[in-house]
C-alpha cells in the first residue's frame, strides 16, 4: 500500500522510502564524491520482517537518489532470513558493506558477519556467499552488528556482543586485507550499570556499536542497549580513550535523551567531519503504521564530535538549504501567567530560540484551533531540566504520551534549534550539544500556533525564529529496481 501525499505524519525532510518498514541506518559511507545511507528494509510490508538493506546517494544531503535494493537474503544461504544490520567502507573503486546473517536455524541472538561488494558506486552488491567469520568467540551469548573502519594500513572492527559473565560488549577484531580477521577480545566490556542520571541501565548486550576515535583528546564508544526480555533500549555512549586495544572511559551517559532514537550509525565524511543518522521508530499502535503503509524514519544528519568530555551533536549545516519562508519571528518578554503568541507555522519547520526564564518557562505547539492538543518544550530552573512533554500531543489515544527530561543549566539563557517534521521532532540543546528525539502524531487540522508561557510569577524574555521546511528532493529512480520515488508533500 502506497501512503498518499496527504498522510499528515509521514516526515518530508526526513530520509525514508516511500512504503513499508525501516529500521537502523545501515552502510553509512561517503564514497566517490556520494554520501550512501542504507537501511534496515522489509520492501514487503510495514512490520519488522523479512529484512533487505534499502539503498540511498546524495551528492550533498538535500537531493537523493534511491538506488536498488543493496542487499537480499539468499533463501539458501548464510542469510536466508535476513540481512541485519552492519556498516559499509570505501576500499579504492569498490564499497564493502559488513553485515549480520541471519538464519532462523541458528539462535537468534547469534548472527555471525559476511560482507558483499559494489564495483559500481553501489548500483549491485556481489554476497561474499559464505561467513566471513565462521567461528564466534567463546562465551558469546549475543553476536551482532560489525562496524569496520581504517586505521593507518589496516582495518579494525567492531561486534556487538553480550558475554556468559553478565557483561555486555564491543569485541575488536582486526585485518590487513578486509578478508583475514583476527579477534583481539573485548574493545569495551560492562555490567549494566545506570546510564547518566537515568533509570535506565547499559543492558544485557550492546547492539549497533559504533566508533569516534580523536586523534587528539578522548573518543566516543555509541553503543545502543539490549535487554531481555524487553530488547531494544536507550542509545547510550562512552567517552574515553583507547590504550592497547581496549577502550577506558567513564560513566555511560545518554547520547539522545528522548524515546525514539535507537542503532545510531556513524559516517566519516570528508574534512575530518563526522555525520550520525538514527532509527527513529514509531510511538504508536503497529496496526495504525500499518494501516498506513509505513513504518519509521531516518533522523536528521547530525555533526557529531567530542569537546571538553563530552558528545556534541547539531544538524548538519547542509540542513540550513531546507529553509523557506520566515514564518516566525518573535521577541520580548513575558510575566506568567501571561501567553505570547508567537504566530503560525506549517506541519514541518525549523526553529531556533533564545529562552531567558526565572522559572518554569517555555514554548508550547498548539495543533488544534482550540489548544487542547499541543506539544511543551519548556525549561525547569529548579531541576535544571529542559522537558518535553507529549501527553497532550495528540488526542489520538493510539498515540504514545510521555514525560522527558535533559539536563540544562540554569543561571544562563538556553539556546534551542528544533526541527519538527509532521510526526518527529528534534530538540537540540545548542548550549550543552545535547539532543532529545521523540514522535508526536498531531490529529488538528488547522494551522498550527506557537506561543511563549511561564508559569505564575515566573519571567520569560525569549527570541523565537522559525522557517517553513522544505522537503528533501527525492529523485527518480535510473532503474525499475529501485524503490519508486515518492510524492512530497507539502510542508
Not at 553478565?166 to 578478508?179: F, I, N, Q, T, W
Request: hydrophobic share 35%.
Amino acid at each position: 500500500m502506497s501512503t498518499t501525499p496527504r498522510d499528515p505524519h509521514r516526515p518530508v525532510a526526513h530520509l525514508r522510502p516511500p512504503r513499508n518498514w525501516i529500521n537502523d541506518p545501515n552502510g553509512l559511507v561517503f564514497h566517490d564524491g556520494h554520501y550512501h545511507v542504507s537501511y534496515q528494509y522489509n520492501p514487503s510490508g510495514a512490520t519488522h520482517a523479512n529484512m533487505h538493506w534499502g539503498h540511498f546517494r546524495s551528492p550533498d544531503l538535500l537531493t537523493w537518489e534511491p538506488l536498488p535494493i543493496a542487499l537480499s537474503p539468499n533463501p539458501d544461504g548464510v542469510d536466508a532470513d535476513g540481512c541485519f544490520s552492519g556498516n559499509a567502507v570505501s576500499d579504492g573503486d569498490r564499497l564493502v558493506a559488513f553485515y549480520s546473517a541471519h538464519r532462523e536455524d541458528r539462535s537468534p541472538q547469534h548472527q555471525p558477519i559476511t560482507c558483499a561488494v559494489s564495483h559500481d558506486g553501489g548500483n549491485s552488491f556481489r554476497p561474499r556467499g559464505e561467513l566471513l567469520i565462521p567461528e564466534l568467540p567463546e562465551g558469546c551469548t549475543m553476536y551482532r552488528d560489525p562496524y569496520v573502519w581504517q586505521d593507518g594500513d589496516g582495518w579494525r572492527m567492531l561486534v556487538g556482543a553480550a558475554l556468559a559473565d553478565g557483561r555486555a560488549a564491543a569485541l575488536l577484531y582486526d585485518s590487513p586485507d578486509l578478508e583475514n580477521w583476527t579477534y583481539r577480545g573485548p574493545f569495551a566490556a560492562r555490567r549494566p550499570e545506570p546510564v547518566g542520571g537515568t533509570e535506565e541501565f547499559t543492558g544485557d548486550g550492546w547492539e549497533c556499536p559504533q566508533y569516534l576515535p580523536a586523534a587528539d583528546g578522548p573518543g566516543a564508544l555509541l553503543f545502543s542497549t539490549w535487554t531481555e526480555p524487553t530488547g531494544p533500549q536507550r542509545v547510550a555512549v562512552l567517552i574515553g580513550e583507547e590504550h592497547d586495544g581496549h577502550f577506558k572511559a567513564g560513566p555511560a551517559v545518554p547520547a539522545d535523551h528522548g524515546p525514539d532514537c535507537y542503532a545510531p550509525a556513524l559516517l566519516r565524511a570528508p574534512g575530518g567531519r563526522w555525520l550520525l543518522w538514527g532509527w527513529s521508530w514509531e510511538a504508536r499502535d503497529e496496526a495504525w503504521a500499518v494501516a498506513d503503509g509505513w513504518a519509521g524514519v531516518l533522523t536528521l544528519p547530525r555533526e557529531i564530535h567530542v569537546d571538553d568530555g563530552t558528545l556534541r551533536q547539531q544538524p548538519a549545516t547542509e540542513l540550513l538549504a531546507l529553509r523557506g519562508e520566515h514564518a516566525v519571528h518573535a521577541e520580548g518578554v513575558t510575566d506568567g501567567p501571561q501567553r505570547v503568541d508567537l504566530g503560525s507555522v506549517g506541519r514541518a519547520f525549523d526553529l531556533t530560540a533564545r529562552l531567558e526564564p526565572t522559572g518554569n518557562a517555555g514554548l508550547r505547539l498548539l495543533t488544534t484551533p482550540d489548544g487542547s492538543e499541543y506539544l511543551d518544550i519548556r525549561v525547569d530552573t529548579d531541576a535544571g531540566e529542559l522537558v518535553v512533554d507529549r501527553d497532550h500531543a495528540s488526542l489520538d489515544p493510539r498515540a504514545r504520551g510521555g514525560s522527558y527530561r535533559m539536563p540544562c543549566p540554569s543561571g544562563q539563557p538556553v539556546e534551542l534549534r528544533v526541527a519538527v517534521d509532521h510526526s518527529i521532532v528534534e530538540i537540540f540543546l545548542i548550549t550543552t550539544g545535547q539532543v532529545l528525539t521523540l514522535r508526536f502524531y498531531p490529529t488538528g487540522q488547522g494551522p498550527w500556533r506557537l506561543e511563549a508561557r511561564s508559569a505564575s510569577g515566573t519571567r520569560l524574555g525569549f527570541a523565537v525564529d522559525a522557517w517553513e521546511l522544505h522537503p528533501l528532493v527525492i529523485k527518480e529512480p535510473s532503474t525499475g529496481t529501485a524503490e519508486p520515488a515518492p510524492t512530497s508533500p507539502s510542508p
